[in-house]
């Protein structure tokens, strides 16, 4: 069964720093890779997709890189701000059309 | 345009009730899942529809645990004789075909608790 872990836990940054988030997954079969944002109370938001033929994708302050041999993405934030506070989920669709996702990444960015 | 709805958004529910959640998928969305997240976990897969047909439910619990789309649109989550292990929110998601490269669409959520 696909493994999806996300490092580290929880940060805390201030406004304005870099910063990147880890996910790895156990199965290098897969057909793509998501990056959810998910507010308290609310639903996932997608931020970023994937395929697995591709290494990267950007989307404004935010960009996603993919290395399907070694099970691991990162989500890189530029620039962060204090509405980037949210957990950040990382997901894994494999043979079947489910997701796997990982345990997110609780981000505060402090003003 | 409308997103993918959920309701109730919250449900408490004595333990040994039924339970029913619905999802309202975004308008033409072919797939259809329901996930259920517990406290500080990530989403877990609970069952997967393509139209009408629910083509896996692997990740159901239980028996107890029952899901429809009876139309290809609406779909009902059923939980019978609730416990507390099932509090948790459940979350719909849909997408537009059918393929692995196809983005989900989350619906809010549902949270349930059971006393």
């Known amino acids: 069964k696909q493994e999806v872990t996300q490092i580290p836990a929880a940060l805390s940054v201030p406004e304005g720093e870099n910063l990147v988030l880890n996910c790895s997954f156990t199965d290098s079969a897969i057909y793509n890779l998501q990056w959810f944002r998910q507010d308290p109370g609310k639903g996932l938001t997608s931020l970023l997709l994937?395929?697995?033929?591709?290494r990267e994708q950007t989307s404004g302050r935010l960009n996603a890189s993919l290395d399907k041999s070694s099970g691991r993405s990162t989500l890189y934030i530029a620039a962060s701000q204090p509405g980037d506070s949210a957990t950040y989920l990382c997901?894994?669709?494999?043979?079947?059309?489910?997701?796997?996702f990982g345990t997110g990444t609780r981000l505060t960015v402090i003003p | 345009g409308a997103g993918v709805s959920q309701s109730p958004r919250y449900k408490v529910a004595k333990r040994g009730q039924d339970v029913a959640l619905r999802c309202d998928p975004i308008s033409g969305h072919v797939s259809l899942f329901w996930y259920q997240q517990a406290l500080g976990q990530g989403p877990e897969f609970l069952t997967y529809f393509q139209n009408e047909a629910q083509l896996d439910k692997s990740g159901l619990p239980s028996d107890r645990f029952f899901a429809e789309r009876p139309e290809g649109s609406v779909s009902t989550l059923k939980i019978q004789r609730t416990q507390q292990e099932d509090s948790a929110v459940y979350l719909c998601?849909?997408?537009?075909?059918?393929?692995?490269?196809?983005?989900?669409?989350f619906g809010p959520g549902t949270r349930l608790t059971v006393l």
């Open positions: 997901a894994v669709i494999g043979g079947a059309n489910n997701l796997f």
């Open positions: 994937i395929q697995s033929s591709q």
């Open positions: 998601a849909s997408s537009l075909g059918t393929g692995g490269a196809d983005t989900q669409y």
